[in-house]
């Protein structure tokens, strides 16, 4: 029986500490990100984050925020916590913003090469994917410095255009970021079962 207890409390603890999830809300402080018809995307990511946060930790992972007030943190600090708790996770929020107000749609970047950050980024998009009716912009490859800065697996995921009229109302409205963060909560379920 007690032996029976150990085992579990050893493989529990195990499997505990290889799912710890490094929630990185883009931008803060001094750098807001897009700015588009008053929304600032760093107010926006923070939400994000902390919504993705509280559902994490209620399917029982681990979670650390690089941010969880307005700050400003340099790109390699960010990546530098997710570098001192070893098998994290990394995923960086972003909204995007382009001078062309009619692009829209939501992506998954992981850095060049990295394999298991592709499979993270497919799981993700592929769950955001089923339950947003905006545009499959797809997963891409990018040397992103925040993802070059990470050792571990790392995505960054653009949840829309805040440039885009339609983008931007859904994106600041609390409704549909809880389904963001649902569907990115599901799609890193996904890449870890
Ligand atoms: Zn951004």
Redesign the pocket.
């Known amino acids: 029986m007690a032996l029976c207890l150990f085992a579990f409390t050893w493989i529990a603890d195990g499997t505990a500490s290889a799912q710890h999830i490094v929630i990185d809300p883009?931008?803060g402080g001094k750098d807001p990100?897009?700015i588009s018809y008053g929304v600032a995307?760093k107010t926006l990511?923070l939400d994000l984050a902390k919504r993705l946060e509280k559902i994490l930790r209620t399917k029982g992972y681990k979670t650390t925020l690089t941010r969880n007030s307005d700050r400003f943190i340099p790109l390699e600090n960010r990546a530098a916590v997710a570098n001192r708790i070893p098998g994290s996770i990394f995923v960086s929020l972003?909204?995007?913003?382009h001078r062309d107000r009619s692009i829209s749609g939501f992506e998954t970047f992981y850095y060049p090469g990295s394999t298991k950050g592709r499979l993270l980024a497919s799981k993700v998009q592929q769950e955001l994917k089923g339950r947003l009716s905006s545009r499959d912009r797809g997963i891409k490859p990018g040397r992103l410095k925040v993802l070059e800065h990470t050792k571990g697996t790392a995505i960054l995921v653009?949840s829309g255009f805040l440039t885009n009229r339609w983008e931007n109302q859904r994106c600041s409205a609390a409704w549909f970021r809880q389904i963001l963060a649902e569907e990115i909560a599901q799609g890193i379920r996904a890449y870890l079962r």
């Open positions: 883009g931008h990100g897009s995307e990511t972003h909204f995007n913003g653009e």
